[in-house]
């Protein structure tokens, strides 16, 4: 439960279909439900949809904070396990008595850290719906935790880092970034170093600062979806938040310089796997006010998605490619755009990495297929309105959004950007950015007995 | 009640339906004072579990369920087939054949095409094969319906059986045993481990996906033979939710119609072994050390005395929640692993969701316990944190506010477990399959009049710590094995002060016999695990 650095890879692949109608339709909302949207004194943000879900509701809360703002030495993995410390009680809700609480009453909790957003999650009864605000209000404004069992809670974070480390898949991530950024805090995991999780129990006093920091009325948006009484949601939301103050911290976040030169991020594994090709290039944020993620949205289904000529070749035809994706994620800040590929056997990397490469460069010289363009766009349409069936999925793809863009309407703007994007910003994107030393390389090769030539 | 292997003799008492069968006499309680005593005993018999199969269900039987101007629809069709049906020596048989008809093309479209044409309506087509079942899942926005089913229909009775396809998924499947299995994620290594440790020489033994050896032999002309066999109306359940209706349905089931009414009439199961007191340590290059314990079982969901097991399992280690006696102690009092769960029938995680997945229905069913990877050097001392706390349960007075806690819980869980249309369809074929009606319903009924004291009475009855065998997947497995073997004592100390209620725990941990005979004790390298 609570933390769960993999609901981010969900809550992506409804980011990726989230696509609506052609630019220069009419201006009906993408989305299939209304929202309000209000936004209190004290700064806090409040959404609400309705939808048909007789007594049920979701109660997540955003909290525009990730491992991007861990910006001081020796603190990596921070704001992941300070959401695991959300979790350990209030003065009137001290140690377990909180989930306890919520237990009893039908509700289901859950939580998530990613680069840029902290979500917190709580599905449950309508009916309960006054406790459950009042609790939320409680921890957000009150938490309080002692140091023992804080130093406890940084040991089950160390087990959260054994649980992903027996797949390659975080020493792959921890490569990646560690080559392709050498300033910004993007450089290490949302897990963080393992030097530094293994420091987290002597960090008590920094966790108090931390939450002083970002968990202000200012910096969360509070989502609520489902069967409620929005009057008599907003009046209970004004009683209990209402007193919260507090403004968010401005930290300085080091930008990541230009890469000038091509880098190479190698890693052995030493027993059996597959070996595999990553190709990463620096790309720029997203922005409610640019183009840029929604146009990154398409290219990756355009070059590496399951219809691409490189997925029928590599895969399907020429199978010398097990797997192949897109990698192409929502950052507050420029991140990376990339192609990962797992390979059949290793002597199939260069032609592997030929071959996608010279993908990109058809983009880049203008050569779009203008029929796939379209089917993507469909594929995004049709995905958008599929991937929102209940309460849960509506409120996650919500914050997701609205955390990282930090605007309300941040799941519809990207949506409608994605339905502009054109043939020739794909080339114009590609060209920019998809170049020989904007790239970083993965060579993840494996050295074992018996597994993964 | 069908259950027999487990515990208690008394258990039957409260199960008038049970097969009689005699219980050897050892069946009750064998909670050994000492560990010299364990050791010194012979290896605890085994406790065959018998088989007694689902109930039947009519050819292409519908279960439909509408939803008012709902824009997507959701088909959900479940084959009574699926690992124990693989012919032996070609183990992975039935998840191969799902996968070439799902992904493989079909008569009139390759396999790219297929991707092509599902593509733009964004429409979803899956597949899942597990011991008994298969389900093949679909969602298409109702504007593309038609044009959806009529790809439906041809991957299931015009499939392409392209031999190029065949290899690529073939390869595919293997490596997925080969690297991503044994390779790749300790914990779901950990959860087959148990499945081979107790149903060794049944049906049950191999993963789905198969073994090295039979995945090796199988031919494309067995993937053809075998699709004759399986998919099959007599096998079929045909599911539909969202923007349907009945003459919907009627056409679906008109179509599904050319499947063959019939093909090979599954052979009854074995009894499962019913081995206890056993481990299986696999070994590979890893920091920590994860668990999976368990016991083969009779009791289903479809015996009333299920309902209190449920809740006993929940109380003690439900799902990836907090409230969870197993969480809290491991986990928030101890900080020893991300989390330890417990599970009164058959689990499987479902990709990253916490919520149960349904049509995984088992006939014979195991409890589990779920030990999420610890630090190597804490690996019997959490191993008997879990044992100690099992033996709480049974022992001593449930905290009533607890109680409370896990009880409400389930009750609105439960009602979260069927939000979406594929998850509602699941759990109302689960319902046919078997034959219990509106389970989550009695379910939450059932607890409405729970007490406490029930409770426990079923964990006494059905949780029996004898009965456990342990699967750890480790790097040192000859350092874990001695340490099973010889049982010394295990104090754990902190870097950081605890309770005093903590420690005295503890101490008693320390030393908490673990019910593993040092004769019954295996290690195998993990890229050893399914070659055969």
């Not at chain 2, 409770?455 to 009855?461: E, F, G, I, P, T």
Request: proline content about 7%; charged content about 25%.
């Amino acid at each position: 439960m609570r933390r769960a650095l993999w609901l981010v890879t969900l809550v992506l692949a409804i980011s990726a279909e989230a696509a609506p109608k052609a630019k220069g339709a009419k201006r009906e909302s993408l989305l299939p439900f209304p929202m309000q949207v209000s936004r209190l004194k004290n700064g806090l943000t409040v959404v609400r949809v309705k939808w048909d879900s007789p007594g049920l509701l979701a109660y997540y809360t955003a909290v525009r904070v990730g491992s991007r703002n861990e910006v001081e030495a020796g603190h990596t993995g921070f704001a992941h396990f300070f959401e695991h410390m959300m979790f350990r009680g209030t003065k009137r809700f001290p140690e377990g008595s909180r989930g306890n609480a919520l237990g009893k009453l039908g509700f289901v909790e859950n939580a998530f850290t990613s680069d840029d957003v902290t979500v917190y999650e709580v599905d449950g009864p309508s009916a309960a719906l006054e406790t459950l605000v009042d609790l939320e209000a409680d921890r957000f404004m009150h938490l309080e935790y002692s140091e023992p069992a804080f130093q406890t809670e940084a040991k089950a974070v160390l087990g959260e880092y054994h649980k992903n480390a027996s797949s390659p898949g975080l020493k792959i991530e921890e490569a990646v970034l560690g080559a392709a950024f050498t300033t910004h805090t993007y450089r290490h995991t949302t897990l963080g170093f393992y030097e530094d999780i293994q420091a987290m129990p002597t960090r008590y006093e920094y966790s108090k600062t931390f939450f002083q920091r970002w968990y202000t009325p200012d910096n969360c948006i509070v989502i609520v979806v489902g069967d409620f009484d929005d009057e008599k949601l907003m009046a209970l939301v004004e009683k209990h938040y209402g007193p919260w103050t507090g403004k968010a911290a401005t930290v300085t976040v080091p930008a990541e310089p230009p890469q000038t030169a091509p880098r190479t991020a190698s890693l052995t594994w030493t027993t059996p796997t597959q070996p595999r090709l990553g190709l990463y290039w620096h790309t720029p944020a997203a922005a409610p006010t640019t183009s840029d993620a929604a146009v990154m949205d398409v290219l990756g289904d355009y070059l590496a998605g399951p219809t691409s000529p490189l997925y029928k070749s590599l895969v399907l035809e020429q199978q010398l490619v097990e797997r192949l994706g897109p990698s192409a994620d929502l950052h507050r800040d420029p991140n990376l755009f990339g192609v990962d590929a797992r390979l059949k056997e290793e002597a199939h990397r260069a032609a592997v990495e030929k071959a996608i490469t010279d993908a990109v460069a058809q983009v880049a010289a203008g050569k779009v297929d203008a029929k796939r363009l379209a089917d993507i766009k469909d594929h995004a349409r049709f995905g958008l309105l599929m991937q929102l069936e209940t309460p849960a999925q509506i409120a996650v793809a919500l914050a997701w959004h609205i955390g990282i863009l930090g605007t309300p309407d941040a799941l519809e703007t990207l949506a409608r950007q994605a339905q502009a994007v054109t043939a020739k910003d794909l080339t114009a994107f590609a060209k920019k950015h998809l170049t020989a030393n904007n790239r970083s390389t993965l060579v993840f090769t494996v050295d074992a007995k018996g597994g993964g030539k | 009640m069908k259950r027999l292997a487990a515990a208690a003799a008394f258990a039957l008492a409260a199960c008038a339906t049970t097969p009689e069968k005699p219980l050897p006499k050892d069946a009750a309680h064998i909670t050994p004072d000492t560990l010299q005593e364990l050791v010194a005993a012979p290896p605890p018999a085994a406790l065959p579990v018998p088989y007694t199969p689902l109930p039947p269900v009519e050819p292409m039987a519908l279960v439909v369920l509408p939803v008012p101007n709902k824009a997507v629809v959701s088909v959900r069709l479940v084959f009574r087939t699926g690992s124990v049906d693989d012919p032996p020596g070609r183990e992975g048989l039935t998840a191969l054949t799902t996968r070439v008809l799902v992904e493989g093309g079909t008569k009139s479209l390759s396999s790219s095409q297929l991707l092509d044409a599902l593509y733009p309506m964004a429409a979803e087509l899956s597949a899942d094969t597990d011991k008994e079942f298969t389900t093949i899942a679909g969602r298409v926005h109702v504007e593309r319906l038609p044009r959806f089913l009529e790809i439906l229909g041809e991957v299931l009775l015009a499939p392409r059986f392209d031999p190029k396809e065949f290899e690529r998924l073939k390869a595919e499947q293997l490596s997925t045993l080969k690297n991503r299995l044994r390779g790749e994620n300790d914990e779901e290594l950990g959860k087959a481990g148990l499945d081979a440790l107790l149903y060794a020489g049944h049906p049950y033994r191999h993963v789905t996906i198969g073994t090295e050896k039979g995945l090796g032999a199988i031919t494309l002309d067995d993937v053809k033979a075998h699709w004759k066999n399986v998919f099959t109306q007599a096998r079929l359940v045909i599911g539909l939710a969202g923007g349907v209706d009945d003459a919907l349905a009627r056409q679906v089931k008109q179509a599904l119609s050319a499947l063959p009414a019939d093909g090979v009439v599954r052979k009854p199961l074995p009894p499962a072994p019913g081995v206890r007191g056993a481990a299986l340590i696999l070994q590979r290059d890893t920091q920590s050390t994860a668990g999976s314990f368990g016991f083969s079982t009779s009791m289903r969901r479809d015996n009333p005395a299920f309902f209190a097991l449920m809740m006993a399992a929940s109380y003690f280690g439900e799902h990836r929640q907090e409230h969870g006696v197993l969480f809290q102690e491991v986990r928030d009092k101890r900080g020893l692993n991300y989390g330890t769960y417990a599970y009164a029938q058959h689990s499987r995680q479902d990709g990253w969701s916490s919520i149960p997945l349904p049509n995984i229905a088992r006939s014979e069913q195991d409890v589990s316990i779920w030990l999420r990877p610890v630090e190597a050097k804490h690996g019997v001392f959490a191993t008997r944190a879990v044992l100690h706390f099992l033996h709480e349960l049974r022992s001593a007075p449930l905290p009533p506010d607890r109680f409370e806690t896990a009880r409400g819980f389930l009750v609105g869980a439960t009602r979260q477990w069927v939000l979406t249309d594929q998850r509602r369809l699941g759990w109302a074929i689960d319902d046919r399959l078997y034959g219990t009606g509106d389970f989550l319903g009695r379910l939450r009924q059932a607890l409405e009049t729970m007490t406490p004291e029930q409770v426990q009475a079923a964990a006494r009855r059905e949780l029996a710590p004898e009965l456990l065998n342990f699967v750890f997947v480790t790097k040192d497995a000859e350092g874990l094995k001695q340490l099973l073997v010889k049982q010394p004592p295990t104090p754990i100390t902190y870097a950081t002060s605890k309770p005093a209620e903590v420690l005295a725990a503890d101490k008693q941990i320390a030393s908490q016999p673990i019910p593993v005979h040092p004769e019954l004790i295996r290690v195998v390298p993990a890229a050893e695990f399914m070659r055969d």
